[in-house]
Each structure stands twice: as C-alpha cells, then as structure tokens.
C-alpha cells in the first residue's frame, strides 16, 4: 500500500497528442500482464515428463494423457485471464478464502560486541533487554535477548540482540455513519500470528472511535446491535465496523455504527523494516552501561519490509504460507516452533515403533519352525510360554523372551497337556488357539467352530461364542489375539484377523465364558493402518500374531516383526526437548531436559489452537535411551600430559555428538529414532586432533548387561550419554 496520503499522489501522465491536437496511443506499449497461456503451459507440462514420469513415452496428441494435459493448460488458461481482472477488493477476499497474508516488517536480529573502555576489571554483568541504539535523530533501538557476563580480566564479550518496535498513532479517518465500514491502516501492524483462542487473533492494536475503545472480535457474529466492537482484516489490512447482514426476518445489525464524522483512530506498533538494517561495524551506544563500548558484530536475520499481495502469493506457491491451522504433524512442528519460545527441538509422532524393535529369540527361525498354523502366549503369563502349532500337533514350546524358566519338566511342566484336540487334529484345520493365563484353558478356532481344552469337549460355533461378531470373522479366520487389560483381572481385548482386515472388541472372561464389556462396541479395522510399519507381506494374513508386555508380533512364514496396536482414539504425541543452557561436552544433570511449566503450558495452548476438530494431543518429554561408553585410543603423545588431554578431548567430543540438541551428524541434535552403533563412536573419535587412531569400542546399556553391538532407540526416542571410560594406549605397536 502507497505511503502517500491521497492529496500527495503523483498526477496522471498527459496522454500522447499529435499535431492536431488528438489522442494517439497506437506506438505506446500495453503490457501483457496475462504472459501464460495455453501452449506454453503443455510445453512446460511435457518438458517435465521425462523427469517425472519417464516410462510415459507417448507425448502425441492422440495420448490420452496428454489429453488430460491440455484440458488443465485450457483450464488454467482461463483462471489465469480472470485473476488478473480482479479488482483489490475481490482479491484480498480471495486471500482472506487462502489463508494467505502478507508479512509485517520483520526486525533485524544482530550480535553485539560489549568491549570494555575502562582498566576496571571486575566481574561486569550485562542484563537481558539491555537496549542499545543507534545515532541520528531517528535511531534504531535494539534489547539484548539474553544475559552476558564479563569474567575479571576479560575485556569482551557478544551477545545477541533483537530491533525493538516502534508505535504508531494514527487517524484512519472518519466514519459516513454506514454499516460495514473498512478503514486502511498506513502501515501493517506487527502481530505474532500465534493461533491462541484469546485474544480474538490479530496484531495488538487498539481502535479508538471518538475516544472511546473498541474492542476486538473474532467474528461479529455473537454481536449484537450496540456492541462497540471490530474485526481486523489481516489480507486487506483494515479495520472492520459492525456490518448488517441479511436474515428471514430482516436485515440485522452486528456491532455498533458509530455515528457521521466520527474520528477513528488506531494505536499500533511496527517494525521499521529494511530502515531498521544495522550493518557490521556500526557503532551503538548503550544507555544504561556505563564504561563499555558496543559495536555490531554480526547479523542474524536481516530486517525485512512489510510484503505486499504478490510477494505473499509467491511465497504461499513455495509452500511457505504462514500456518494457523495443523492438518499434518509436521505443521504441527512448525507452529510450536514459531510461537514458542524455549524450546530446542518439537516432534510430533503416532510413536508406532515399540521402544525395543528387538523381536525375542524364541519367535525367530530357527527357534521356531518356519511354517506354523497358530502360536499361544498366555495374556496373563509371567513366564513368558510360546507354543507352535502345526497339522502335525503340537511343536515343542519355547520361552520368550530368551531364557528357559526355572520349571520342572515333569507331570506339571511345560509339555503336559499341549496335544491339539482330538476334533481340531483329525480336521487338521487349526486356525488360531488363545490363553489368557498360564494356569487357564485354550480355546481353539478352525472353520467356523471354536472349542475349549476338556476331557470331553463340545466344539459350539464361533458366532455362537462371540456375540455380535461380524459373519465375516466367524468362520476361516486367520490369526487370534488376545491383550490383557492391566486395570481389570478378566478384561481381554480380542483380535480377530482375517485377509487385510481385523476386528476387536473389549471382552470379560469368566467360566471359559466371553461376554462383551458393558458399553464396548466392536471396530473394523485394517491391518495396515491400525499396525503402521508392517511390511505388506504381515499385512495380509498373518499365519499367527503373539503378543507380548503389549506387541504384537505378526508372524508370516519366516518373517516375524513387532508392532503397536494404535487405536481409533489414540493421541498425536508432542515430543518437547527444552532449551539446554549447560556445555554440550560435559554430563548433563539429571532434570536438564524437564520441561518448564512454563513452557509446556505454552505448547499446550498453541497445540490445541491449532489442532483440527476431533484430534488428540499428548505434550511430553521424549524417551530418553541412556547408554555408556568405553573406548581404547592411542595418543599422537605419550607425555603423560598429553595422555589426559586426550581422554578429555575424546569425552567432550562424545557426549556433544550424541547431545539430544547439539550432537548428530549436522550438530542440531541426535536423530530422532536413530539407534547407535559402534561405528559412529569411531567416526566421532577419528575427528579428534589428539587422538592418533581408536583400537577398540564397546557400547554399554543398563547395570551389568554386557557389551551391546548396537544401542536400540525407540520411534520417538533420543540418547544421553551416561560414563565414558577412554583407556589412553601408549604402547607402540
């Protein structure tokens, strides 16, 4: 928008005359504003084919493909042609529909150089939001954002500082006594843009009508007739009074209409824009320092002027349009790392992967055969028993997860009692056998029947045995689950799965007896989307599926992989990492990555703005995996000296590169999920000017475990580093 005030505006050019005196614009250009068109947008569309699609060879016009091609460049043609005949008003409510707005001014962010002018040596501490400015009649004033400490002897010291706002007063001008009036400010306000309920979202201006205040609304649609209230149009920039809309049973007014010539007015605050810009080598004066020098040392951000609608649309086509609303869990990322502050790392995951990825010994090949048509693991079963089943009987049974508990294998043990049924074996069409309990009965699935253990058995039909079960799981089914509810001593939830479906429901078990829980109800599901990270293989029917301290393990020939059941309700989880303030090279203390309250309230409240309709969130701390190191490494040196400062240097190396906020191959943090490995010690310690090469590594997790080859790190996991044991090898060899 022009900074002219109307009267200011440059008058309109003569128009070109020729000797008589009329109009002749036949030699003066028109600009082609409308410069994309048809075929150069199918020319464009199948220069890009090989690239994107390159086993589409066939680009003639008789493809049809390239039919499709033409009717989007026809299409586009033409909504190209109406855009650039809209007028300004059309096209900021087009905006306003996008979500597109123009950025305000944006600050300029620098670091400043506090030198000392004095021989005073003493310990000199500068405070955050200490303001420096620049000279002129009009200077730039800038706040330091954090506090800086000049230790006895030392001279100097930087610290960052950010531009500070300027306010505007200012007469947006005077109300013709109409509904609906739109007044323009000269200059777009500064607003954090952060998606909170409260207040109504807009920058912080405050709208006086003939002196009095005007608050601010979100919509003018719970005000009524007298309200002195408005709303802030961000795409046009103005501000909007109280406008009559149309209703059966009359036109009705929302919020009041200030009366003929009444002055508006707003007070508001800007930054300056690319006018705030501060070079390096600028020198500032620090008000409230006495005896200290300040200069620029650095830019950070330079500032920015205010966009206008192209720029804002330009931006929006790179992706980069300012969010207010969360559809995926990366824009929930981007959100709460814009609008809060303290924060070092946000992620937001289904968390899908269990914690340990490890699938237990006993259900792997060889331990287990290759081809099974059931498995049972009691739901409430202490002593973790597997046992296979296949058209042959009973496979010998396996302990899970890797040692075989102390028990008697005698009458009581382990193999009594584990033959299939008489009635299952003779068909040999064993589908599915569950347990609730080591001590429990099994109850066995083939064709449409199910039948208890028992000395005298009475198969009775699976539909018969759980009400309300949907026709296509009572017959033929491929695999049966059961998960223990931790709560309730005879609460089950049951999985029924067959082809790439599955259905569960919360059941009590009594008296070899399955009734549904009071105000259950059971849910179709898929495999895939229900057990996010199974390949495709396990996610169609799966010969057997265990589960275990709550993973399922999928079992399909000799392919056994673990995953999480999420179900219908569960959250997004918000993993916060807060600000670390310590030295990324030395042991961090035990509460460094809480979360202040301050904070989490924060992530709560911009989560849940911007969060849609119906979706859950979990704001938290992510899972920490703790895990030692020992290394030997030879120095360049065998002075004794040089021996500890080499096992210094490859401590503090260590723990900053699997630091949660420093470490990681780009120093922004260890990789969310990333397990560690022997090898990233080795590369680490091969960057460490003292050490000379590295002889031998191990990895430590727990008290007394033993080496492990790798260190497991769950979905939404990170690492710390607990002791690290550097043995300095002087022997030649």
């Given at each position: ?53 390159p086993e589409w060879t066939d680009h003639n016009v008789s493809d049809p493909g390239v039919t499709l091609i033409e009717s989007c460049a026809e299409r586009t043609d033409q909504l190209l042609y109406r855009v650039n005949l809209m007028t300004e008003r059309q096209r900021s409510a087009l905006l306003r529909l996008m979500g597109i707005t123009p950025l305000p001014a944006s600050p300029a962010r620098i670091t400043v150089l506090f030198a000392r002018t004095s021989t005073t040596a003493t310990r000199r501490a ?234 237990p010994t006993a259900l792997m090949v060889p331990r287990r055969p290759a081809e099974v048509l059931a498995c049972a693991v009691a739901a409430r079963d202490p002593l973790r028993i597997v046992h296979y089943f296949d058209d042959g009987g009973t496979i010998a049974p396996f302990p899970v997860p890797l040692e075989r508990p102390e028990r008697p294998e005698g009458p009581g043990g382990p193999d009594e009692g584990d033959a299939v049924p008489q009635p299952v074996a003779d068909a040999k069409r064993l589908d ?302």
């Open positions: 928008m022009s900074d002219l005030p109307m009267a200011e505006l440059p008058p309109e050019p003569p128009a070109l005359s020729d000797a008589s005196g009329e109009s002749d614009v036949s030699d003066v250009p028109v600009p082609d504003l409308d410069d994309l068109r048809f075929q150069p947008l199918v020319d464009a569309a199948k220069r890009a084919l090989p690239q994107r699609v500068i405070p955050a939001g200490t303001e420096v400015r620049t000279e002129g009649e009009q200077p730039v004033v800038l706040a330091t954002t954090a506090p800086l400490v000049l230790a006895e002897n030392q001279s100097a010291g930087v610290v960052e500082a950010v531009e500070q706002l300027v306010p505007i007063s200012e007469v947006l001008g005077r109300s013709d006594g109409l509904p609906g009036g739109r007044f323009a400010t000269r200059h777009r306000p500064w607003g954090p843009g952060t998606p909170v309920a409260e207040p109504a979202f807009g920058p912080p201006l405050t709208l006086r009508v003939g002196g009095d205040v005007w608050r601010a609304v979100r919509t003018f649609a719970e005000a009524g007739p007298d309200d002195r209230v408005h709303w802030w149009d961000d795409a046009s920039c103005e501000v909007v009074l109280g406008p009559l809309v149309p209703a059966e049973g009359g036109p009705e007014q929302h919020g009041n209409v200030p009366s003929e010539g009444t002055e508006i007015s707003a007070e508001y605050r800007v930054y300056r824009g690319r006018k705030g810009s501060v070079p390096i080598g600028t020198p500032l004066t620090a008000v409230s320092q006495s005896g200290l020098s300040a200069t620029v040392d650095g830019v950070l951000a330079p500032a920015e002027d205010a966009e206008d609608w192209r720029q804002a649309l330009e931006r929006a086509g790179l992706g980069l349009a300012p969010l207010r609303r969360a559809v995926t869990a990366a824009d929930h990322e981007q959100i709460i790392e814009e609008h809060v502050a303290g924060l070092a790392r946000v992620r937001v995951t289904a968390l899908t992967r269990p914690t340990d990825s490890r699938v599915a056998v569950i347990r609730t309990g080591e001590d429990k009965p099994r109850l066995w699935f083939y064709g449409t029947q199910c039948l208890w253990d028992g000395a005298d058995p009475s198969p009775q039909d699976i539909s018969g045995a759980f009400p309300d079960l949907p026709e296509e799981f009572s017959s033929n089914l491929d695999a049966v689950a059961v998960l223990a509810d931790p709560a309730a001593a005879d609460a089950y939830e049951l999985f029924f799965f067959k082809g790439e479906t599955f259905y569960h429901r919360a059941y009590a078990c009594t008296d070899r007896t399955f009734v549904p829980q009071p105000g259950s109800r059971g849910v179709r599901s898929l495999i895939s989307e229900a057990f996010p990270g199974l390949s495709p293989q396990c996610q169609v029917s799966p010969d057997a599926v265990a589960v275990i301290d709550g993973v399922f393990y999928f079992i399909k020939a000799t392919r056994t992989e673990p995953a999480l059941w999420r179900r219908e309700d569960d959250p997004l989880h918000v993993l916060v990492v807060p600000r670390f303030e310590g030295d990324p090279e030395e042991e961090p203390p035990g509460d460094a990555f809480d979360i202040p309250p301050d904070v989490r309230d924060s992530v709560v409240g911009v989560a849940d703005a911007a969060r849609l309709l119906g979706e859950r969130l979990r704001v938290r701390e992510p899972h920490y995996h703790r895990f030692g190191i020992a290394a030997t490494v030879r120095p360049w040196s065998s002075a004794p000296a040089d021996q500890e400062k080499t096992g210094r240097a490859a401590e503090r190396a260590l723990r900053r590169f699997f630091h949660p906020t420093y470490g990681g191959p780009d120093g922004r943090g260890w990789p969310w999920g990333r397990r560690v490995h022997t090898g990233d010690v080795f590369t680490v310690l091969e960057t460490v000017p003292q050490v000379r090469d590295t002889t031998d590594v191990s990895l430590f997790v727990g008290d007394g475990d033993g080496a492990v080859p790798s260190v497991e790190v769950s979905e939404g996991g990170l690492v710390l580093v607990g002791d690290v044991d550097i043995l300095v090898d002087i022997t030649e060899g």
